[in-house]
């Protein structure tokens, strides 16, 4: 089974930055808000376009790619 892409980033929007997919929604604004507290359903109200599949799969994306290194530099 292949699995689900909720990220991605295209030059022609918002200059490359990384969005949900199929729309403009910045992931750094999904970030911002859970940094400020909103639950998934306060993201999910403030962008109702938005699942809740979605929003949790943004969140799940994120963790696998931080636990592969990739967004920061291991110390050696």
């Given at each position: 089974?292949?699995?689900?892409?909720?990220?991605?980033?295209?030059?022609?929007?918002?200059?490359?930055?990384?969005?949900?997919?199929?729309?403009r929604?910045?992931?750094?604004?999904?970030?911002?808000l859970?940094?400020?507290?909103?639950t998934?359903g306060?993201?999910?109200?403030?962008?109702?376009?938005?699942?809740?599949?979605?929003?949790?799969?943004?969140?799940?994306?994120?963790a696998e790619?931080?636990?592969?290194?990739?967004?920061?530099q291991?110390?050696?």
């Amino acid at each position: 089974m292949m699995k689900k892409i909720y990220i991605e980033s295209k030059p022609g929007v918002l200059a490359g930055t990384p969005v949900v997919v199929g729309t403009r929604i910045p992931i750094s604004r999904l970030l911002y808000l859970l940094s400020q507290g909103y639950t998934i359903g306060g993201i999910k109200e403030e962008y109702p376009q938005l699942t809740k599949r979605t929003i949790i799969g943004v969140i799940e994306t994120i963790a696998e790619e931080a636990e592969k290194g990739k967004f920061y530099q291991p110390i050696p």
